[in-house]
C-alpha cells in the first residue's frame, strides 16, 4: 500500500529506512530520537551523524540503520513550534518532502515516518498529521513508493477538532443498530407442526392459511411430468441469465476509467493501489476486488454516492448505515472530498479499516 497509517513502534518497523526526527546537531536526544539511537546502537550511530556535522531545519540526511531491522536511518529536522506565525509548515513540509525525495535518491522503495515535532519541539499533533498526510500524499500522486506513518499509541494521532466533531455528528444522524428479527416460534416449530396433525391448532389462523396455500395438491400421475417441465424451464432460465452477464467489476472500473479520461497511473495512486495490484485487475476479468479496493477506486474516480453503489455492487458489496467504516465513506463523498490520504486519516482515528490495497 501506498501510505498505510500504523500503530508500531518506529523501531521495530520493517522498512528500506525509517526516519528519525532529529536535531540540526544530529546528537541523540529524548522521545522518538533517542529510542532510534538506542535500537540502532548509540556509539555506532552517533559516529556517523558526527561525520556529517549537522543538519538545517527541513533539511534531511542519510546514515545506515545498524542495529534496526531497517537498513537506513533517514534524519529529518522539523521545526520548533512557536505560534505558527515563524514559517512553521512549510518547514515541517520540507522536512517530509525532502526525507522523500532522500529515499528516492537512494532508491528505497519504502519508508517509515513518525510524527515529525510534535514532541519536544511541540508542534500542535492535529496540524503537524495535516501536513505530514498533504505533503506524503503528493509525493505519492507522483511517485512509487511505500510510506508508512507511524503512531505509537491513538493518544499520538489527532484529528482536527473540528472534523472529528462533524463526522462524529454525521454517524450519530445515520448510524442504525441492525437487529435480526425475531420469528416468534422457536427454530422448527413450524415444520414440526406441519408434519404432527396434533400440533396444528396451535397455529393462527394467518399460519394455517399460508400452510394450506404452500401445500398443494398434486396427483400422482402429474408429478413426473411437472418435474419434467419445471427442471427445463429452470434450465433455459439459467442458460439464459449466463449469456446475459452484467459487466464485472474489472469492466466496469477500466470503463469508467476510460469515461472519465483518466490514465491508469493517476487512477491508482488516487486509489492508494499498488502498481501490481492494477495490472492484476487489469488483466483479469473476473477479478475479487475486497470492499476496501472498491471503495478506493470509488473515491479515485470520484463517483457520485450513487455511482459508488453500483461499482460497489461489482465487487458483491453494498453501503449500510449499520457500518460506521461505510458512513464514514459516505460522508466524504456527500462532501465532495476525494482525497484518500485525509479520508484514511478519518478512518483510522475511527478504528476503521483503511482504504486501498
Request: proline share 3%.
Amino acid at each position: 500500500m501506498p501510505l498505510e497509517i500504523i500503530r508500531n513502534d518506529i523501531t521495530k518497523v520493517h522498512a528500506d529506512a525509517i526516519v528519525n526526527a532529529a536535531s540540526t546537531s544530529l546528537q541523540q536526544g529524548g522521545g522518538v530520537c533517542g529510542a532510534i539511537f538506542a535500537a540502532a546502537g548509540s556509539v555506532r550511530l552517533q559516529a556517523a551523524c558526527d561525520a556529517i556535522g549537522g543538519c538545517a531545519i527541513g533539511e534531511a540526511v542519510i546514515t545506515p540503520g545498524y542495529d534496526l531491522p531497517s537498513a537506513w536511518i533517514i534524519h529529518a529536522v522539523g521545526p520548533v513550534w512557536h505560534d505558527g506565525q515563524a514559517g512553521e509548515a512549510a518547514l515541517l513540509a520540507d522536512a517530509y518532502r525532502n526525507a522523500l525525495l532522500l529515499a528516492k535518491a537512494h532508491q528505497l522503495e519504502s519508508i517509515a515516518f513518525p510524527l515529525i515535532s510534535t514532541g519536544i519541539y511541540q508542534y500542535p499533533k492535529d496540524q503537524a498529521l495535516q501536513i505530514a498526510i498533504a505533503t506524503i500524499g503528493a509525493f505519492l500522486l507522483e511517485n512509487d513508493m511505500t510510506v508508512y506513518l507511524v503512531v505509537y499509541d491513538k493518544a499520538s494521532f489527532v484529528l482536527s477538532e473540528r472534523l472529528f466533531a462533524s463526522i462524529t455528528e454525521y454517524i450519530d444522524d445515520t448510524y442504525v443498530d441492525a437487529h435480526p428479527s425475531r420469528r416468534r416460534e422457536q427454530p422448527g416449530q413450524y415444520k414440526e407442526a406441519m408434519m404432527r396433525p396434533e400440533l396444528k391448532p396451535e397455529l393462527d389462523a394467518n399460519e394455517q392459511s399460508c400452510a394450506v396455500m404452500q401445500s398443494p395438491v398434486v396427483a400422482e400421475d402429474e408429478i413426473s411430468n411437472y418435474t419434467s417441465i419445471t427442471s427445463v424451464q429452470r434450465e433455459r432460465r439459467l442458460d439464459d441469465l449466463l449469456d446475459q452477464l452484467d459487466e464485472t467489476f474489472s469492466q466496469m472500473l477500466l470503463r469508467l476509467i476510460d469515461e472519465k479520461v483518466l490514465s491508469d497511473v493517476t487512477v491508482y495512486k488516487r486509489a492508494n493501489i499498488d502498481r501490481r495490484l492494477f495490472s492484476k485487475i487489469r488483466s483479469d476479468v473476473q477479478y475479487k476486488a475486497s470492499k476496501s479496493t472498491a471503495l478506493a477506486f470509488a473515491i479515485a474516480l470520484e463517483l457520485s454516492l450513487d455511482e459508488t453503489r453500483d461499482l460497489l455492487s461489482k465487487a458483491g458489496f453494498a453501503l449500510s448505515h449499520s457500518n460506521k467504516f461505510d458512513i464514514i465513506i459516505e460522508y466524504f463523498i456527500q462532501e465532495g472530498n476525494y482525497n484518500i490520504f485525509e479520508i484514511n486519516e478519518a478512518l483510522f482515528a475511527f478504528d476503521q479499516a483503511l482504504l486501498g490495497a
